[in-house]
Each structure stands twice: as structure tokens, then as C-alpha cells.
């Protein structure tokens, strides 16, 4: 497992399932809002209990904690074999400082912002020079599948090639969303744009969006969070995935700043082929 060790068991999710009652009456007593899947904790504790943490995220956590990245510090993993709703895992954590940035309309003033953004851009760059494993290239941090919100049942891989990796997402497209089969023609002309190309494989948070970065106050980057579907891409797909909607936003204007303006034209066939595949999955 990459060298990383994870406290893992049953009885960690017994106490875990302990700590959910603990969060209520530390909420109540602390005047927080209670969130049944991110429960907040004394000590500077948080417990991540949703139906998409994984063992995978652990691990992507740990290696880029140990890389230096503003992360989490991971203390224990909890198994919960019965539990309802697809809740099957929880990870206890410590909280960090700050608050998550939002996405808006405003126009992004590069001098204006805080160190955070120039320090987030090292974050992305530093992790996308790990190398990749040899077997299964795309795929979760530990070489199994990958969560994901944009294919059917919501996982995929892993894959042995970037050409496998296109085939699967390809799969699912269909000429439903369009009025005409000229316009679908045109759209997956686009989209296939895609499997012309040759991308290197890099190590991909997987969900780069506002909410999951954390400033403190003094304008510094202070955290990365909900690395559920990191893993190893094609190098466009951190920046896809976060400039794929809200086009022009003050946060496409942050990913293309950091990078994304490198994929525009892999941008525009990730659209194209949302839009053929967008009914496989927005039923999940």
C-alpha cells in the first residue's frame, strides 16, 4: 500500500459509531450545526462518515500530507460492515484552521489575492511529478477503482491505458439530450477530440472546487480537503473537472490561472462529452 499505514478495523468503527452521539451533544452544547456526515468533534477532531469515504482517500490523504500539502492529519479508520445507506467507512481526522473559499461572479485580481493562491498552484504542480505505479496507470492511489459522479453507479476503473479510460467514458453516451442528430453528430465530433490525444498520467486530487480549499486568516492555504476521488488521470482531468461548469466564474478563472488554461481545447470535448453521458448518471 505505497508504504502507508492505516489504523483499520472493525472496533475503530464501533467507536467511531460512539463518536456520532458524541458530536450531537457537542454541537448543542457549542452551538454548531450538526452534520450527520461531517461530525464535529472537541480536541480539534472531525469524523468523516459518508457513503463515498474510502480506504482510497486514507491513503491519498497520507501521501500528500507526507509530501508536505496542507492536509489532514489522518489518526484511525472505522469499518461499519451493516451500516445503512452505503456508509461503510469513516475516517477520524484532525480540523484545520481557516475557512473554505466560494466560488462567485467577480473577476479574479491575481495581486489582490492572498500567498494562498500561489501556494495552492505548488500544492497541484507538486503532486502532478509523483510517478504513477506500473500496473493499472489510471486508477485510485492504491491501483483500485475510483470514485467518480460522472459515470454510472458512480465508479470506474481501474484502467490499464488512457485509451481504456476514454472507451468506458464513451460507453455511456447517447443522443437523448439532443434535439436533433445533427447536433449529437456535432457533439460527439467534439467530445472525441479526447481519444486524439496522448496525456501523460499525473496524481489528481479529482474534485478541485472552492469548497474543498481552506484559507486561514492571515490569507495563507491552510488545507486541501475530501480527497475521495483522487487518483491517478490524464493530466487534464483536475482542470476539466473544476472548469467544466460556471465557465468565466472567479474559480475557472483560479484553475485556468493555476493551469487549466493549458486543456482548453480538452475543456471543450469534457463538456461535449458531459453532455452525451449526462443521463447515465444524474439518475444516481
Excluded at 472537541?42 to 500539502?69: C, H, I, S, Y
Aim: with cysteine.
Amino acid at each position: 500500500m505505497l508504504g502507508f499505514n492505516i489504523l483499520l478495523d472493525i472496533p475503530w468503527g464501533i467507536l467511531h459509531k460512539e463518536l456520532f452521539y458524541l458530536s450531537q451533544w457537542y454541537c448543542s452544547w457549542s452551538n454548531i450545526a450538526f452534520d450527520v456526515n461531517i461530525l464535529q468533534l472537541p480536541f480539534g477532531l472531525v469524523l468523516k462518515w459518508t457513503d463515498r469515504a474510502n480506504q482510497e482517500e486514507a491513503v491519498a490523504m497520507q501521501m500528500a500530507r507526507a509530501a508536505g500539502m496542507p492536509v489532514p492529519k489522518l489518526l484511525c479508520c472505522g469499518e461499519h460492515p451493516n451500516a445503512p445507506y452505503n456508509r461503510t467507512f469513516s475516517i477520524l481526522m484532525t480540523r484545520l484552521p481557516g475557512v473554505p473559499l466560494e466560488n462567485s461572479s467577480y473577476q479574479l485580481e491575481i495581486d489582490a489575492e492572498g500567498p494562498w493562491l500561489e501556494e495552492l498552484k505548488t500544492c497541484v504542480h507538486s503532486m502532478r511529478s509523483w510517478y504513477p505505479p506500473d500496473q493499472s496507470p489510471i486508477s485510485s492511489p492504491i491501483g483500485t477503482s475510483i470514485p467518480s459522479s460522472r459515470v454510472p453507479d458512480h465508479i470506474m476503473g481501474p484502467f490499464t491505458s488512457e485509451r481504456e479510460f476514454h472507451d468506458h467514458l464513451f460507453s455511456s453516451a447517447s443522443s437523448h439530450a439532443f434535439e436533433s442528430h445533427a447536433e449529437y453528430e456535432q457533439t460527439l465530433l467534439c467530445a472525441k477530440k479526447l481519444q486524439q490525444r496522448s496525456h501523460r498520467i499525473v496524481f489528481t486530487h479529482g474534485d478541485f472546487k472552492a469548497h474543498n480549499i481552506i484559507v486561514d486568516d492571515e490569507g495563507h492555504l491552510s488545507g486541501i480537503l475530501d480527497w475521495e476521488s483522487a487518483g491517478w488521470y490524464p493530466e487534464y482531468w483536475e482542470f476539466t473537472t473544476a472548469m467544466r461548469f460556471g465557465r468565466g466564474s472567479w474559480w475557472f478563472q483560479v484553475a485556468s490561472w493555476i493551469g487549466g488554461d493549458q486543456y482548453l481545447e480538452e475543456l471543450a470535448s469534457d463538456v461535449a462529452l458531459n453532455l452525451l453521458t449526462v443521463d447515465s448518471y444524474i439518475a444516481f
